[in-house]
């Protein structure tokens, strides 16, 4: 199995698929996932909902002072990143400190790399609290997840700790008035003993319908990269298909990017 957690809080600079040279931000346990999401397809492995893993979050002051020790490295040789980007070992909203992090990593950006992007990756659950919101809406780059519009699909491929309401996901998710990347992964398989497939056309009607109202400003459309955790027996979606579904949402008027 090809899992992996990122081992530090401040991380590359790495080459992202998507958004460049990214230099990398955990804003969760270097030694296990916080997510509430477990999505089949992780590349940090499934997800403990036990309550039994470490919850030893990064605070505001050390990834402050670390990512600062970084950027002035990279700043004294000339090495600017094109993205900083909050990624890592689960999703970065769950960090109680993500809005004042926020604030503090513009700061940083602005005084080492004005040309710079701050990115957020993050998998849309808390997109409607007022404060992540507001944090978000800072960003260069805020990419929030939307694997399906379907509340049985996202239980098979997400399968979220509670419950996720696509009705109330997607009305959180158009009050950003286009300020938002719309993110998709799709993807076929077997996944304890289940089919998946977000790539039908009852898939693709209900998707299409959602960013029709949300109207995102550009869509990211990918597919799996490495192996998927153990139970699973998951299938890349080829490029073609991938550029086809990109197409019908270019049709809308709205940019895609298409990672196969
Ligand atoms: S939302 Fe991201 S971190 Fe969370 S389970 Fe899904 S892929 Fe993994």
């Known amino acids: 199995m090809a899992t992996f957690l990122f081992p530090c809080t401040i991380f590359g600079p790495v080459t992202s698929r998507r958004l460049g040279k990214s230099l990398g931000v955990n804003l969760l346990p270097v030694d296990c996932k916080v997510c509430n999401y477990n999505c089949v397809y992780c590349e940090c492995g499934w997800t403990d909902y036990s309550g039994k893993v470490s919850l030893e979050l990064p ?8 990512l600062e020790e970084r950027l002035a490295e990279l700043n004294s040789r000339g090495d600017a990143p094109d993205v900083i980007t909050f990624a890592g070992n689960g999703e970065p909203t769950l960090n109680p400190h993500f809005p004042g992090i926020i604030d503090d990593t513009i700061l940083l950006r602005d005084k080492y790399f004005p040309n710079t992007g701050v990115a957020v990756l993050s998998n849309a659950t808390t997109c409607g609290d007022p404060e992540i919101r507001e944090a978000l809406l800072k960003v260069d780059f805020n990419i929030l997840k939307l694997d399906s519009a379907l509340e049985a699909t996202i239980k098979l491929h997400n399968r979220p700790l509670k419950n996720v309401k696509p009705k109330r996901l997607i009305e959180d998710l158009a009050a950003y008035n286009g300020k938002v990347i719309i993110q998709t992964l799709f993807v076929r398989g077997i996944v304890d003993g289940e089919e ?6 009852k898939e693709l009607i209900a998707w299409l319908e959602a960013l029709e109202k949300i109207g995102p400003s550009e869509v990211m459309i990918y ?3 490495r192996d998927t955790p153990p139970g699973g027996n998951l299938v890349k979606v080829p490029v073609e ?3 086809a579904i990109a197409l019908m949402v270019e049709d809308m008027g709205i940019n895609t990017q298409v990672s196969g």
């Open 59 to 66: 605070d505001r002051e050390d990834i402050y002072r670390e």
């Open 196 to 201: 998946i497939d977000n790539t039908t056309p």
């Open 223 to 225: 597919t799996i990269l």
């Open 241 to 243: 298909e991938l550029e």
